[in-house]
T-cell receptor
Framework: GEDVEQSLFLSVREGDSSVINCTYT??????LYWYKQEPGAGLQLLTY?????DMKQDQRLTVLLNKKDKHLSLRIADTQTGDSAIYFC????????????FGQGTTLQVKP | DAGVIQSPRHEVTEMGQEVTLRCKPI?????LFWYRQTMMRGLELLIY????????DSGMPEDRFSAKMPNASFSTLKIQPSEPRDSAVYFC?????????????FGPGTRLTVT
């Protein structure tokens, strides 16, 4: 079945690196995504990775994909207080209808 | 583009009343999604449409919930009668295409409180 799991909470100090982890179940997912939700707002796409890639870097963000273990991680370097938000991992549904399967979200708290 | 537009942004109603939430997707997008977010259950997909046609409504909680998409630029989610456990933030999202990396664009949400 389709299922995405994340830890619920992560707290770091400003300037440290944050690593948010996610596991998924469907090995046929073509793309895996990270969305960010700031307080009082909808979700916004942060980054994505194609399933045939191991790593993708975008400025302070690094996405690592381990297909064998079905594990996805998001690393935020030099975490800032503005990075405080809920981060959702998502996989594309294999039925190719455009549906995304979201995890339950990880709340990142950045302490000054 | 103004992005996905949802109305109202906040709705407070009494148990038993009918509630209608509205969504205008981004022009040119052909997929539309309704989600519900609560602390207890997280983000749940309720229903989604491709080219105005409902594809999967298995996430709709019960018959009190209904959704329509009469044209490419408008969708409604109706709850009748509403109950306190329906209190949540309801998001609408739209997307261009059904394959590839096309991003889902979320609206700001409607915060529904049923007393």
């Amino acid at each position: 079945g389709e299922d995405v799991e994340q830890s619920l909470f992560l707290s770091v100090r400003e300037g440290d690196s944050s690593v948010i982890n996610c596991t998924y179940t469907d090995s046929s997912s073509t793309y895996l995504y990270w969305y960010k939700q700031e307080p009082g707002a909808g979700l916004q796409l942060l980054t994505y990775i194609f399933s045939n890639m191991d790593m993708k870097q975008d400025q302070r963000l690094t996405v690592l994909l381990n297909k064998k273990d079905k594990h996805l991680s998001l690393r935020i370097a030099d975490t800032q207080t503005g990075d405080s938000a809920i981060y959702f991992c998502a996989e594309s549904s294999p039925s190719n209808t455009g549906k995304l399967i979201f995890g339950q979200g990880t709340t990142l708290q950045v302490k000054p | 583009d103004a992005g996905v537009i949802q109305s109202p942004r906040h709705e407070v109603t009494e148990m038993g009343q009918e509630v209608t939430l509205r969504c205008k997707p981004i022009s040119g997008h052909n997929s539309l999604f309704w989600y519900r977010q609560t602390m207890m259950r997280g983000l749940e997909l309720l229903i989604y449409f491709n080219n105005n046609v409902p594809i999967d409504d298995s996430g709709m909680p019960e018959d009190r919930f209904s959704a329509k998409m009469p044209n490419a630029s408008f969708s409604t989610l109706k709850i009748q009668p509403s109950e306190p456990r329906d209190s949540a933030v309801y998001f609408c999202a739209s997307r261009h295409g059904t394959s590839g990396v096309y991003e889902q664009y979320f609206g700001p949400g409607t915060r529904l409180t049923v007393t």
